[in-house]
């Protein structure tokens, strides 16, 4: 989004008696940190042996508050009103927390545990006092880990990728910590240039549908982050205070060779298979939950990093002035409608797979998310960050859910001598009752659940959702080679 750049601008001073070292928050920051946002990422490793917690303070004082500013900071008002970022002295103490649980209990019991505290955590907004992360150590074994350790940190403080690379420099490889972590190549579609200089007449048919889909998916934007709510259904309950309600979050991995497989079956991207799995999952759970709902229109806002690089950059590049990589918050969302289930569907999935795969490259082609930022800009400026962090709100509210993803490293991580068996996050504190995340490690995708608790059933959720990779993966083995 615009205005990130403001970010590192020359630091300013505040104050003519005593001079606090300052640095604006940029406009994403503050709608993600107002009275109607408070938007958190929970991003939670799992350890592979029992987690010794006593070289946790020299860590964080020596690795991680150095990664960034930020995590030394608070956010505050200046004396025109505009919010800052204030280096302050960091409590560490107020930032661990090490909860006790009862003793001697089985790891199914400690994992029931683990998921209220996790839930528990999710809720609790973080005082404006103090900067706005924390770390949570779980030391009881559960079925997947033997202890887990929780990083909470405002969506404020960046975006997916930016706090991805943030965690990453706390981590080592595992096998050999003298060697940098290595993750698979990113590619990012391009759309046609369509500028005069660079016109060919075999573009110009791509250009038009670019027009044409920027104009209508803009418009359909507008409308749905206005007036247009997706329908009540058994994934979006349409409570107003739904972002105070408790979640459940739940885990489950999928193979990247079996997502790749499917991609070469239908010649799509990995991105598209993963989005028309969950697709057709959530619609197998909405027709489970209640029959009448199949026809019910449910839109996924599907965010996109617009950053246009080739893999994950240093902190220390992030935070250069003119980095190719910035730090922040630097995405977009789509409006995707889900796909309705049809007869073929359950006889042909991967045609659904294929249809969802259509929407999304036609929503990609055009211009709509660069509009999307611009108006958001507009609207900061004429009517300021709490009226863009209002239509922000409603643009989460108006849709029934929300998918994200972050690559992670192929190899495997440790944390001061504590491997990493797996890892997951989730985006906390958004206005809908489900928001799906995911990310791959050592050849595996991770996908997390959050759901509304009460509401939605996380299992059920859960199991409709691999029930529908089963469905597609073994579709895509009918043919004479195999599986």
Same mark, same amino acid.
């Given at each position: 989004?615009?205005?990130?750049?403001?970010?590192?601008?020359?630091?300013?001073?505040?104050?003519?008696?005593?001079?606090?070292?300052?640095?604006?928050?940029?406009?994403?920051?503050?709608?993600?940190?107002?009275?109607?946002?408070?938007?958190?990422?929970?991003?939670?490793?799992?350890?592979?042996?029992? /987690?010794?917690?006593?070289?946790?303070?020299?860590l964080l004082k020596d690795v991680f508050l150095p990664i960034n500013p930020r995590f030394s900071s608070v956010m505050v008002n200046d004396k025109n009103g505009v +919010?800052?970022?204030?280096?302050?002295?960091?409590?560490?103490?107020?930032?661990?927390?090490?909860?006790?649980?009862?003793?001697?209990?089985?790891?199914?019991?400690?994992?029931?545990?683990?998921?209220?505290?996790?839930?528990?955590?999710?809720?609790?907004?973080?005082?404006?006092?103090?900067?706005?992360?924390? /770390?949570?150590?779980?030391?009881? %074994?559960?079925?997947?880990?033997?202890?887990?350790?929780?990083?909470?940190?405002?969506?404020?403080?960046?975006?997916?990728?930016?706090?991805?690379?943030?965690?990453?420099?706390?981590?080592?490889?595992?096998?050999?910590?003298?060697?940098?972590l290595t993750f698979p190549a990113l590619q990012f579609p391009s759309n046609p240039d369509c500028s005069f200089s660079k016109m060919n007449i075999n573009i110009v048919?791509?250009?038009?549908?670019?027009?044409?889909?920027?104009?209508?998916?803009?418009?359909?934007?507008?409308?749905?982050s206005s007036f247009v709510e997706d329908s009540r259904s058994p994934i979006r309950s349409g409570d107003e205070k739904v972002q105070f309600k408790p979640i459940s979050?739940?885990?489950? #991995?999928?193979?990247?060779?079996? /997502?790749?497989?499917?991609?070469?079956?239908?010649?799509?991207?990995?991105?598209?298979?993963?989005?028309?799995?969950?697709?057709?999952? #959530?619609?197998?759970?909405?027709?489970?939950?209640?029959?009448?709902?199949?026809?019910?229109?449910?839109?996924?806002?599907?965010?996109?990093?617009?950053? #246009?690089?080739?893999? *994950?950059?240093?902190?220390?590049?992030?935070?250069? %002035?003119?980095?190719?990589?910035?730090?922040?918050?630097?995405?977009?969302?789509?409006?995707?409608?889900?796909?309705?289930? #049809?007869?073929?569907?359950?006889?042909?999935?991967?045609?659904?797979?294929?249809?969802?795969?259509?929407?999304?490259?036609? +929503?990609?082609?055009?211009?709509?998310?660069?509009?999307?930022?611009?108006?958001?800009?507009?609207?900061? +400026?004429?009517?300021?960050?709490?009226?863009?962090?209002?239509?922000?709100?409603?643009?989460?509210?108006?849709?029934?859910?929300?998918?994200?993803?972050?690559?992670?490293?192929?190899?495997?991580?440790?944390?001061?001598?504590?491997?990493?068996?797996?890892? *997951?996050?989730?985006?906390?504190?958004?206005?809908?009752?489900?928001?799906?995340?995911?990310?791959?490690?050592?050849?595996?995708?991770?996908?997390?659940?959050?759901?509304?608790?009460?509401?939605?059933?996380?299992?059920?959720?859960?199991?409709?959702?691999?029930?529908?990779?089963?469905?597609?993966?073994?579709?895509?083995?009918?043919?004479?080679?195999?599986?």
């Open positions: 989004m615009e205005g990130e750049a403001q970010e590192y601008k020359a630091m300013e001073f505040m104050g003519e008696e005593e001079e606090e070292v300052t640095e604006p928050v940029s406009p994403t920051g503050q709608y993600f940190n107002s009275s109607v946002l408070s938007i958190c990422i929970l991003a939670v490793l799992e350890s592979e042996v029992p /987690i010794d917690d006593s070289l946790t303070m020299t +919010k800052q970022w204030k280096r302050v002295e960091v409590q560490l103490q107020d930032h661990v927390n090490i909860p006790v649980f009862p003793s001697g209990l089985s790891a199914i019991s400690y994992e029931n545990y683990f998921d209220d505290y996790i839930s528990r955590t999710a809720l609790k907004k973080f005082p404006q006092s103090q900067p706005l992360w924390e /770390i949570h150590i779980v030391k009881y %074994p559960t079925s997947k880990a033997a202890g887990n350790i929780i990083f909470k940190l405002h969506h404020a403080l960046g975006d997916g990728f930016s706090l991805m690379g943030a965690l990453l420099s706390c981590l080592q490889r595992a096998d050999n910590p003298s060697l940098s048919p791509k250009c038009i549908s670019s027009i044409f889909n920027t104009v209508s998916d803009f418009g359909w934007s507008l409308l749905k979050i739940s885990t489950f #991995t999928f193979s990247l060779d079996h /997502i790749k497989q499917i991609k070469s079956r239908l010649g799509v991207t990995i991105n598209d298979v993963i989005t028309g799995i969950i697709f057709y999952g #959530t619609r197998l759970y909405m027709q489970t939950a209640d029959d009448k709902s199949t026809d019910a229109h449910s839109t996924a806002l599907v965010l996109l990093n617009t950053r #246009t690089i080739s893999g *994950y950059r240093s902190v220390k590049e992030m935070i250069k %002035p003119d980095a190719e990589s910035p730090w922040g918050n630097q995405f977009g969302f789509l409006h995707v409608s889900v796909p309705e289930l #049809t007869d073929s569907s359950f006889s042909k999935p991967l045609e659904f797979v294929k249809i969802a795969q259509e929407i999304i490259q036609r +929503k990609r082609a055009s211009l709509a998310v660069s509009l999307t930022g611009r108006l958001l800009e507009i609207l900061r +400026k004429f009517r300021g960050p709490e009226a863009t962090a209002m239509y922000i709100r409603k643009t989460l509210f108006n849709s029934s859910m929300t998918i994200s993803n972050i690559i992670g490293p192929v190899d495997k991580m440790a944390v001061a001598n504590h491997p990493i068996k797996g890892f *997951y996050f989730m985006v906390v504190g958004v206005p809908q009752s489900l928001t799906i995340t995911m990310v791959s490690y050592t050849g595996k995708l991770r996908v997390a659940v959050g759901t509304e608790k009460g509401f939605m059933d996380s299992q059920k959720f859960k199991s409709c959702i691999e029930t529908a990779f089963e469905m597609i993966f073994k579709s895509s083995c009918e043919k004479p080679s195999g599986c």
